[in-house]
């Protein structure tokens, strides 16, 4: 599967942006996750989501504030943030797994990155 995201920008503090990420390929049933980089730091878990949308994790950080979802019939998942803050500024990645892992390496599939800026 090959991965695109986008929506990224750059958003004042309390701002809202929802990420979109696109699959093409034969299928689509996989775990989804979002996953965050920010310069100088490890990449790190943001959300996931299963196959069928009914189950999803969130780090702590975002409870609250970010919603995984995913459109199994478009191949698109996508990441409504709200309420942001200068710490969610980040690279911003979509991914595909076999399960809900919080372990960036336990995904196969990477999108290409979406940079989220968020000024004070």
């Known amino acids: 599967v090959q991965l695109q995201a986008s929506g990224g920008g750059l958003v004042q503090a309390g701002g809202s942006l929802r990420l979109s990420c696109a699959a093409s390929?034969?299928?689509?049933?996989?775990?989804m996750g979002w996953f965050r980089q920010a310069p100088g730091k490890e990449r790190e878990f943001v959300a996931a989501?299963?196959?069928?949308?009914?189950?999803?994790d969130y780090t702590d950080s975002v409870k609250g504030r970010f919603t995984i979802s995913r459109d199994n019939a478009k191949k698109a998942v996508y990441l409504q943030m709200n309420s942001l803050k200068p710490g969610d500024t980040a690279v911003y990645y979509c991914a595909a797994g076999g399960a809900l892992y919080r372990d960036f390496q336990r995904y196969g599939y990477w999108g290409q990155g979406t940079q989220v800026t968020v000024s004070s």
């Open positions: 989501i299963n196959w069928g949308g009914g189950t999803t």
């Open positions: 390929g034969r299928t689509f049933a996989y775990v």
